[in-house]
């Protein structure tokens, strides 16, 4: 009904009546420019986020299964004091289980390294020389210390590759002594590089010793004790059944009647991804809701601008109804009008967030892109809006009286 | 032009105005027959009605009561788009106070009644071309309403009025707003309209010398037509104006 041509200059005099007004445009647009631009780059980094993630727990092995102790609140008299687990409860499942590989004892410990002068701030993991296979770590120089190293509490450790470059810088640290406390350790290897954790804390800021040797040297414990296993299953397929088989035979070991709750509690590493893809999940649909709260905002800005811009230009509604224009005619003008704004604010915000995106990318160190998708959906999410804030101004102006939009003499 | 056949019949119109405390009888019962090359002037007092008409005839307003055929057409039955259709078509506007766009050269302004025609642009740019020519304009194309007089502006607004050849052209005090030298130019510039192209002209003045440059002279008086007289000897604008003391700063057109 409405020709081509007529639209064509529809929009040529909504292109006019912006660039008229430059700076008015510009602010009205600035709430739309905010949403999209944070939009396009929310999305951004919840998908860098999630994809750094995820390559670091394939890193970590996708059979692994960590228990903690948990103090248990059931009817029964144990309620404070919680549960220890011990390196016997390690021994006892890699016995018992047939679908456990290895469980290892894990005794954590921040502590102040030094040499010669040169001082760092490490985690101390106390473990068995098993550890490394578990958390399917590898050296990059050296070689692990022996279980007879294990025996005897010898004075050795592996360290990893940040605590390796700030003590050591580019020399080779295997053979030299380092301290903890009073004690001298000799460095027998420097593991692999691997990255922040998925919770932002460095790994390679750890030194690994026996646990022997930290229980006796370095964070002092009843013999045995440990703060938690890590367990590795036969294979990525079997972890559930080594999580049951794990349960059965703590549950044994700690004497818990029928119907008690357990006093540890066993996750596995796909659980841990499942509860960390939980927690950015909110993040980003928490951050997406800022977004789409400052998009509303913005919608309510134009809507704002073209209803004034309307009353403003009731004697131009006025002479076009007289010249011809139909209810259409006004209609589309002032529609294309508020959608030419909100298209403007959403490729400018795009833009920026894009910028945004190179920029926190190369700060933060995530593999962070412009995703078609995202695109689309943030050049469709402000057309649209210019669409639906748009709509009612621009009946508001279609609607007028021509008579009275003329205005009396 | 006894004879041509009617453009504009009224029939009993009637237009109350309901406000908040009264109604306002603004026409009572018109019955008014036009026909078509006729110049038609309407006068009398304000408030007697003469807008009201006008925009009625104009098919900007609607009747309360009564009939409005336009070129034979039963207008006041009609949709709003239809009327929009038959005011691009049937009707051209000149106002008082001009209504040009602002910001928005006279090519453009004339060219604007084809754009809700749907003419393509380079024709629209040539018909444009012509009309601003036919009102003594065509060196002021590209100047923008601010920028030009109030003369000026009145011719624009004809050549806009007259861009789409309609046989209807609605002038409401269309000389309001101008000195008398400029008036008489603009009305020399209707009466060579109606005279070489035939085209009916109403047109509501308050003034009595402009009145008598039309043919036929229809007075109002509160909502009613008091006296209908054909004004056998019209003034001719351009030697009203000839006879008029020399301005020079004014210069002389056309
Ligand atoms: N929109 C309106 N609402 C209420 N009353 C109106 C409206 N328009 C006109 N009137 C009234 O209708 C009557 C006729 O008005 P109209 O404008 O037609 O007079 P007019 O003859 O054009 O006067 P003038 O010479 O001052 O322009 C007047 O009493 C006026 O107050
Ligand atoms: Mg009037």
Redesign the pocket.
Request: glycine share 10%; with cysteine.
């Given at each position: 009904m409405i020709g081509l041509a007529r639209v064509f200059s529809a929009i040529a005099i909504a292109m006019r009546a912006v660039l008229r007004n430059k700076l008015r445009a510009a602010l009205t647009i600035l709430g739309i420019t905010i949403g999209i631009a944070a939009v396009v780059t929310m999305t951004a980094l919840g998908d860098g986020a999630r994809a750094k993630i995820n390559g670091q727990i394939t890193n970590l092995g996708s059979n692994a299964l960590i228990v903690f102790p948990q103090s248990a609140r059931a009817s029964g008299a144990r309620t404070t004091g919680g549960s220890k687990l011990s390196e016997s409860d390690c021994q006892a499942l890699e016995r018992e289980s047939t679908s456990i590989k290895a469980a290892v004892p894990f005794l954590r410990a921040s502590a102040q390294v030094v040499y010669e002068g040169q001082n760092a701030k490490a985690e101390v993991i106390g473990s068995r020389i098993g550890y490394l296979k578990v958390r399917n770590w590898e050296l990059q120089r050296g070689e692990p210390w022996t279980t007879s190293a294990e025996n005897v509490s010898e004075k050795v450790a592996v360290i990893g590759a940040g605590t390796a470059k700030d003590l050591f810088g580019t020399a080779d640290p295997v053979g030299r002594w380092i301290r903890i406390g009073r004690h001298p350790y000799r460095v027998l290897g420097v593991l692999e590089e691997k990255g922040p954790s998925p919770f932002g804390r460095s790994q390679d800021d750890v030194v690994l010793m026996p646990i022997t040797t930290m229980r006796s040297h370095v964070r002092f414990t009843r013999p045995g004790e440990t703060d938690a296993i890590m367990m590795s299953a036969t294979s990525p397929e079997t972890t559930d059944r080594a999580k049951k088989q794990a349960e059965e035979i703590l549950r044994q070991r700690h004497r818990i009647r029928e119907g008690d709750e357990d006093d540890f509690l066993i996750r596995s590493q796909a659980e841990f991804q499942q509860m960390q893809d939980n927690i950015y999940g909110v993040l980003s649909l928490l951050l997406v809701g800022i977004a789409a709260v400052s998009l509303v905002v913005g919608g309510i800005g134009v809507m704002n601008i073209m209803l004034v811009s309307v009353t403003e230009r009731t004697r131009e509604i006025g002479i076009r109804m007289a010249i011809g224009a139909r209810e259409m005619d006004i209609l589309v003008q002032f529609l294309v009008e508020s959608l030419v704004l909100a298209t403007l604010g959403g490729l400018v915000g795009t833009t920026i967030g894009y910028a945004a995106i190179v920029g926190l990318g190369a700060a933060l160190d995530l593999p962070m892109k412009l995703a078609p998708q995202a695109l689309a959906v943030a050049l469709g999410t402000s057309t649209a809006i210019g669409l639906v804030f748009g709509f009612f101004p621009a009946r508001r102006a279609a609607r007028m009286d021509p008579?009275?939009a003329l205005g009396?003499? | 032009m006894k004879d041509a056949p009617p453009i504009i019949e009224f029939v009993e119109i009637h237009k109350d105005?309901v406000?908040e405390a009264v109604v306002?009888r603004?026409l009572r019962g018109v019955n008014l027959t036009i026909r078509k090359g006729e110049f038609v002037a309407i006068i009398?007092?304000?408030?007697?009605?003469?807008?009201?008409?006008m925009n009625i005839i104009g098919c900007l307003d609607r009747p309360t009561r009564g009939q409005y055929i336009l070129d034979g057409i039963d207008v006041g039955a009609r949709s709003n788009d239809a009327r929009a259709i038959v005011r691009n078509h049937l009707i051209g506007f000149v106002f008082q106070g001009f209504n040009l766009l602002p910001r928005t050269t006279a090519l453009e302004n004339v060219e604007l009644p084809l754009v809700y025609r749907g003419v393509a642009a380079a024709e629209r740019r040539k018909r444009a071309l012509a009309s601003l020519s036919a009102v003594g304009l065509g060196a002021r194309l590209h100047h923008t309403p601010n920028q030009l007089s109030g003369g000026q502006q009145q011719r624009v607004a004809i050549a806009r009025a007259l861009v789409t050849q309609p046989p209807l052209l609605l002038a409401d005090?269309p000389t309001g707003n101008l000195d008398t030298r400029t008036s008489y130019e603009v009305l020399d510039l209707l009466q060579r309209l109606n005279r070489e192209q035939g085209i009916t002209i109403v047109l509501?003045t308050?003034e009595r010398d402009i009145a008598d440059c039309a043919g036929r002279v229809v007075e109002?008086r509160d909502?009613s037509v008091r006296r209908d007289i054909v004004n056998e000897r019209p003034t001719d604008a351009g030697r009203a104006l000839a006879e008029l003391p020399v301005q020079d700063e004014h210069g002389a057109t056309s």
């Amino acid at each position: 009904m409405i020709g081509l041509a007529r639209v064509f200059s529809a929009i040529a005099i909504a292109m006019r009546a912006v660039l008229r007004n430059k700076l008015r445009a510009a602010l009205t647009i600035l709430g739309i420019t905010i949403g999209i631009a944070a939009v396009v780059t929310m999305t951004a980094l919840g998908d860098g986020a999630r994809a750094k993630i995820n390559g670091q727990i394939t890193n970590l092995g996708s059979n692994a299964l960590i228990v903690f102790p948990q103090s248990a609140r059931a009817s029964g008299a144990r309620t404070t004091g919680g549960s220890k687990l011990s390196e016997s409860d390690c021994q006892a499942l890699e016995r018992e289980s047939t679908s456990i590989k290895a469980a290892v004892p894990f005794l954590r410990a921040s502590a102040q390294v030094v040499y010669e002068g040169q001082n760092a701030k490490a985690e101390v993991i106390g473990s068995r020389i098993g550890y490394l296979k578990v958390r399917n770590w590898e050296l990059q120089r050296g070689e692990p210390w022996t279980t007879s190293a294990e025996n005897v509490s010898e004075k050795v450790a592996v360290i990893g590759a940040g605590t390796a470059k700030d003590l050591f810088g580019t020399a080779d640290p295997v053979g030299r002594w380092i301290r903890i406390g009073r004690h001298p350790y000799r460095v027998l290897g420097v593991l692999e590089e691997k990255g922040p954790s998925p919770f932002g804390r460095s790994q390679d800021d750890v030194v690994l010793m026996p646990i022997t040797t930290m229980r006796s040297h370095v964070r002092f414990t009843r013999p045995g004790e440990t703060d938690a296993i890590m367990m590795s299953a036969t294979s990525p397929e079997t972890t559930d059944r080594a999580k049951k088989q794990a349960e059965e035979i703590l549950r044994q070991r700690h004497r818990i009647r029928e119907g008690d709750e357990d006093d540890f509690l066993i996750r596995s590493q796909a659980e841990f991804q499942q509860m960390q893809d939980n927690i950015y999940g909110v993040l980003s649909l928490l951050l997406v809701g800022i977004a789409a709260v400052s998009l509303v905002v913005g919608g309510i800005g134009v809507m704002n601008i073209m209803l004034v811009s309307v009353t403003e230009r009731t004697r131009e509604i006025g002479i076009r109804m007289a010249i011809g224009a139909r209810e259409m005619d006004i209609l589309v003008q002032f529609l294309v009008e508020s959608l030419v704004l909100a298209t403007l604010g959403g490729l400018v915000g795009t833009t920026i967030g894009y910028a945004a995106i190179v920029g926190l990318g190369a700060a933060l160190d995530l593999p962070m892109k412009l995703a078609p998708q995202a695109l689309a959906v943030a050049l469709g999410t402000s057309t649209a809006i210019g669409l639906v804030f748009g709509f009612f101004p621009a009946r508001r102006a279609a609607r007028m009286d021509p008579v009275q939009a003329l205005g009396r003499e | 032009m006894k004879d041509a056949p009617p453009i504009i019949e009224f029939v009993e119109i009637h237009k109350d105005y309901v406000t908040e405390a009264v109604v306002v009888r603004a026409l009572r019962g018109v019955n008014l027959t036009i026909r078509k090359g006729e110049f038609v002037a309407i006068i009398g007092q304000s408030g007697s009605g003469k807008s009201t008409m006008m925009n009625i005839i104009g098919c900007l307003d609607r009747p309360t009561r009564g009939q409005y055929i336009l070129d034979g057409i039963d207008v006041g039955a009609r949709s709003n788009d239809a009327r929009a259709i038959v005011r691009n078509h049937l009707i051209g506007f000149v106002f008082q106070g001009f209504n040009l766009l602002p910001r928005t050269t006279a090519l453009e302004n004339v060219e604007l009644p084809l754009v809700y025609r749907g003419v393509a642009a380079a024709e629209r740019r040539k018909r444009a071309l012509a009309s601003l020519s036919a009102v003594g304009l065509g060196a002021r194309l590209h100047h923008t309403p601010n920028q030009l007089s109030g003369g000026q502006q009145q011719r624009v607004a004809i050549a806009r009025a007259l861009v789409t050849q309609p046989p209807l052209l609605l002038a409401d005090e269309p000389t309001g707003n101008l000195d008398t030298r400029t008036s008489y130019e603009v009305l020399d510039l209707l009466q060579r309209l109606n005279r070489e192209q035939g085209i009916t002209i109403v047109l509501v003045t308050h003034e009595r010398d402009i009145a008598d440059c039309a043919g036929r002279v229809v007075e109002m008086r509160d909502g009613s037509v008091r006296r209908d007289i054909v004004n056998e000897r019209p003034t001719d604008a351009g030697r009203a104006l000839a006879e008029l003391p020399v301005q020079d700063e004014h210069g002389a057109t056309s």
